[in-house]
């Protein structure tokens, strides 16, 4: 069993401590931009754990698409890649205007 930071892992089952992720939510509503990728938050983690890859699962199609139209995510030889410097330099961008200290790894954890 692996806990960190109120997600405990056991197996193949992952529970996340529901206040958490409520406090996230809130955290990155503050801008349009942080709305998105609150909302794009499933895609991303799949993307940054996959790398480039060609094989995306149909639930993710759409998200990917609207994260192509944002800049965060490119195609290279069909592939399809994250942009972690562009979403780092945007978070800390979009953080630093609300007053807030949030990070890539904010949205990648929950």
């Not at 529970?15 to 349009?32: I, K, Y």
């Amino acid at each position: 069993m692996l806990v960190k930071e109120n997600i405990v892992c056991e197996g193949d089952v992952v529970s996340v401590d529901e206040s958490d992720f409520s406090q996230l939510e809130a955290s990155f509503s503050g801008t349009p931009i942080l709305k998105a990728l609150s909302e794009c938050r499933a895609a991303i983690r799949w993307l940054d754990a996959e790398g480039p890859t060609q094989d995306l699962p149909s639930k993710f199609t759409e998200t990917v698409k609207k994260l192509e139209k944002l800049g965060f995510v490119y195609r290279r030889n069909k592939s399809f890649c994250l942009r972690l410097h562009r979403l780092r330099k945007v978070i800390d961008h979009e953080s630093s205007k609300l007053g807030r200290q949030l990070s890539l790894q904010d949205l990648l954890v929950v």
